[in-house]
């Protein structure tokens, strides 16, 4: 059992930068592929990043590459992601997820363990 939450969201003017945070609990961190995914208000939940149980593995989005970057801490069971030059379309609710599958997967369902989210709204 993996308990996640996540921090740091908040408002932030286009072009800025957020880095958002993701504890779990548990001794076992370093056992599971973590992501990152978002929600905007009506569209569905969709993938934003992952990173392997090392970190030596990385995986994006063609909408956040070049601009988000995944990290993870295995002494800290945490996961971050840095959110540089943002958008108003980067405006949604983003959510931490856990898998124990070694793979790493883009779709909701290959993840057991979720967050509860944290906002990040983007003003224009």
């Known amino acids: 059992q993996v308990q996640l939450v996540e921090s740091g969201g908040g408002l932030v003017q286009s072009g800025g930068s957020l880095r958002l945070s993701c504890a779990a609990s548990?001794?076992?961190?370093?056992?599971?592929?973590m992501a990152w995914f978002r929600q905007a208000p009506g569209k569905e939940r969709e993938f934003v990043a992952a990173?392997?149980?090392?970190?030596?593995?990385?995986y994006y989005a063609d909408s956040v590459k070049g601009r988000f970057t995944i990290s993870r801490d295995n002494a800290k069971n945490t996961v971050y992601l840095q959110m540089n030059s943002l958008k108003p379309e980067d405006t949604a609710v983003y959510y931490c997820?856990?898998?124990?599958?070694?793979?790493?997967?883009?779709?909701?369902?290959?993840?057991?363990?979720w967050g509860q989210g944290t906002q990040v709204t983007v003003s224009s």
């Open positions: 990173i392997s149980r090392s970190g030596g593995g990385t």
């Open positions: 548990g001794r076992t961190f370093s056992r599971y592929t």
């Open positions: 997820a856990a898998s124990s599958d070694i793979t790493l997967r883009v779709g909701i369902t290959g993840y057991d363990y």
